[in-house]
């Protein structure tokens, strides 16, 4: 999006949250993928091989999730607060000038 536009609609911090939640939601992703692949895993050293790679996933998710907490996109402990914060997100999209 052009930039001018994005900061006459406020648009630009809400495209860093919408990054920032689509990166959360693949790091879950890939926290429950290799969850479950450790669990079919055929020998110890694959196993342990995917077992690092979950503890990557696992770092990888506090990380997104503490960044997202501070900058108060996600309120994962808030359900009413992760709601109104959706619906904020949701009146501002559907406000959008259409072109």
């Known amino acids: 999006m052009n930039t001018i536009i994005e900061n ?3 648009m630009n911090a809400l495209s860093d949250q919408v990054v920032a939640m ?3 939601i693949a790091a879950k992703s ?3 993928n290799y969850a479950m692949a ?3 895993a055929g020998t110890p050293e694959i196993k342990e091989m995917l077992t690092r790679h ?3 996933a696992l770092d990888m998710h506090e990380q997104i999730s503490a960044y997202m907490v501070e ?3 996600y309120h994962a402990w808030n359900t009413n607060e992760q709601i109104n914060l959706d619906l904020n997100n949701i009146n501002t999209a559907l406000n959008l000038p259409t072109l």
């Open 30 to 32: 890939g926290v429950r």
């Open 54 to 56: 979950l503890m990557d």
């Open 22 to 24: 689509d990166l959360l």
């Open 38 to 40: 450790v669990t079919e």
């Open 71 to 73: 900058k108060e996109w």
């Open 8 to 10: 006459l609609t406020g």
